[in-house]
């Protein structure tokens, strides 16, 4: 079992930025690729950004390409999304998600962080 657990989200105005933090707990011996998605009320939940279980490869959602970035933190299985020029439009449940894996059959899904980007 691998638990996830986000924090960092809150409210700011547009233009800010935030910092996102997904740690994970219980059968981590293994290093995975982890995801940040996003949902927001009446969407469907989408792909923000991801990162190989290595750091070495990083991708993101055309809409978040060079205000956010993904980074590995140093322990194990930590991962963090650093947020900036954040819009209304990032306004969501942000959650975390680690591919098990690495197949992505088996996932492991936080609880998810809210983000408020007032205008």
């Known amino acids: 079992q691998v638990q996830l657990a986000e924090s960092g989200g809150g409210l700011v105005q547009a233009g800010g930025s935030l910092r996102l933090s997904c740690a994970a707990s219980g059968r981590t011996s293994s290093s995975y690729a982890m995801k940040w998605f996003r949902q927001a009320p009446g969407k469907e939940r989408e792909f923000v950004a991801g990162v190989s279980w290595n750091g070495d490869s990083t991708s993101y959602a055309d809409s978040v390409k060079g205000r956010f970035t993904i980074s590995r933190g140093n322990a194990k299985n930590t991962v963090y999304l650093q947020m900036n020029s954040l819009k209304p439009e990032d306004t969501a449940v942000y959650y975390c998600?680690?591919?098990?894996?690495?197949?992505?059959?088996?996932?492991?899904w936080g609880h998810g962080t809210q983000v408020t980007v007032s205008s």
């Open positions: 998600n680690a591919d098990l894996d690495g197949k992505g059959y088996e996932e492991a």
